[in-house]
């Protein structure tokens, strides 16, 4: 296993001044001993620069970047420090607004529709996801990267979130596989005789579930369309 | 015209694709058809031994397609039915020995000759199979009521689909006691798996192994359950497309008629 050190000071030459980004999670004296390294390869052109200090998203440095600050400008006579300007954030509503009206056209969702009967020995796949209008005769194989929606009677084997996408999940009107496999977690169809009801499998925690997509609704709290 | 040339296969074997060759090709000469059966199990031939004329072959179809003889010289005439042909298949060479070309070339010579040529094409989906269904016109995929025969059809049917052959369906061995106690899968289920166009239903019935030994074609057979299956679905495959097709039952005695009649019974 490799841990990959991140240097606790970075520095950036920036337009007329430079960008020092500080490791938060580090204490401040070697902060400063990293900040006195880097500064004294600088020499002269410390001088009046603008230095710009930069956190990251970590939030209550306000002493340490004024302490770090006023270290830089006794000993080094930088010019002004300042902190990175806010990033502009936009208001969710407007977010929500956005993906209201034209999230979708946007987006290139690829699925792979088909209609009509897979028979035994033929195999489907797709990079996406699938939607089969039809049944799928026992022995075919559907294999695809996302979900696997069978508008029909599910009979054969299906492979959903190939290779290893454990959030796929596969929705059929009547849910009778041989075998099922979403991501890299592989179940034995059932045979039991139940009503054709719409069921969906998924995986949670690690094991493969079948649920009543109706009674379940695994998409009902996704308050408003997502492109998928 | 041209005649028809009709594939009978079914992937699986021993589903009893040989013994509807037979009775078909019996059943559409009775009809009044030039008919040529042909045997196309090259190696293991069958065909012959059902219609009892194995101890007249002199010439096969490798001899036909490799030219080594004429069709007339190969096509062995039935003597108790009229314009019934057998073109029966080698015993001592493989399924190598044909081409598709070859088939093909035999193909074009068969159907200026012939109304209906049967071709009974071997069991599994490699060579053999690829030969017999080369240059057919329509196919009969046999299948039993078995789950594992559902499955072999139903893969037959997507490579005959593949080559733009629209197969038809004859489930065979139906015994409708088992099916009316739910042990048997019925024509219903069968069909809803396979779902392309049923060409006829056949019971099980014991005339078949006896018709076979003797050499008899089974639809010369009245007493014959399957033999008159038989029958109609040749009279189907003849034209008489809206002859209905019959589901077989089990014979009922005087009470079970009773109370299927007073509605106890399904």
Not at chain 1, 188 to 215: P, T
Request: glycine content about 8%.
């Amino acid at each position: 296993m490799t841990i990959e050190m991140q240097p606790p000071v970075k520095l950036k030459g920036v337009g007329d001044g430079f960008w020092v980004t500080l490791d938060p999670s580090v204490s401040e004296d070697k902060l400063k001993e990293e900040v006195t390294r880097l500064f004294e390869r600088l020499k002269h052109l410390t001088i009046n620069a603008r230095i710009t200090l930069d956190t990251g998203d970590a939030r209550g440095c306000e002493n340490l970047i004024a302490n770090i600050g006023t270290f830089l400008k006794n000993t080094f006579d930088v010019g002004v420090v300042t902190t990175p300007p806010a990033k502009r954030s936009v208001p969710l509503e407007r977010i929500r607004q956005r993906d209201l009206s034209k999230g979708w056209t946007q987006h290139r969702s690829e699925v792979l529709m088909l209609r009509g009967r897979v028979r035994s020995g033929q195999r489907i796949k797709a990079k996406k996801h699938i939607v089969i209008i039809g049944n799928v005769n026992p022995g075919a194989e559907i294999s695809a990267g996302g979900n696997i929606i069978v508008m029909g009677r599910l009979m054969g084997q299906v492979h959903a979130g190939d290779p290893d996408n454990e959030e796929a999940v596969v929705l059929a009107l009547d849910f009778r596989p041989t075998q099922i496999q979403i991501g890299g977690v592989v179940a034995a169809g059932i045979d039991e005789n139940s009503d054709a009801v719409a069921e969906f499998a998924s995986i949670d925690k690690g094991r493969i579930i079948v649920q009543d997509y109706l009674k379940a609704e695994p998409f009902g709290n996704i308050p408003w369309p997502e492109v998928i | 015209m041209e005649g028809k040339i009709i594939v009978v296969t079914s992937g699986k074997g021993g589903v009893g694709k040989t013994t509807a060759t037979a009775s078909i090709g019996a059943a559409l000469a009775l009809e009044g058809n030039r008919v040529a059966v042909i045997d196309m199990d090259i190696g293991l031939r069958n065909l012959d031994v059902v219609l009892g004329l194995e101890n007249r072959i002199v010439f096969n179809i490798v001899d036909v397609v490799n030219k080594r003889c004429k069709l007339t010289q190969a096509a062995i005439r039935d003597r108790r039915i009229e314009n019934l042909f057998l073109i029966p298949a080698s015993q001592s060479d493989n399924k190598d020995v044909l081409t598709t070309a070859g088939v093909e070339r035999a193909a074009k010579i068969l159907k200026k000759e012939f109304d209906y040529i049967l071709m009974d094409s071997p069991a599994g989906i490699e060579k053999g199979f690829e030969n017999s269904i080369v240059s057919a016109s329509e196919a009969i995929v046999i299948c039993t009521p078995d789950v594992s025969s559902v499955r072999d059809a139903d893969r037959v049917i997507g490579l005959l689909y593949a080559r733009s052959i629209t197969p038809k369906i004859i489930v065979n061995r139906i015994v409708p006691q088992m099916v009316a106690k739910g042990d048997m899968l019925s024509h219903e289920d069968v069909m809803e798996v396979l779902s392309v166009e049923l060409a006829g239903l056949v019971p099980m019935d014991e005339q078949v192994v006896i018709a076979t030994n003797m050499g008899m074609p089974l639809v010369m057979q009245n007493n014959s359950k399957a033999g008159q299956a038989f029958r109609r679905i040749a009279k189907r495959l003849n034209g008489e497309t809206d002859l209905p097709i019959q589901v077989p039952t089990h014979k009922t005695g005087m009470w079970n008629k009773l109370s299927q009649k007073l509605g106890f019974k399904k």
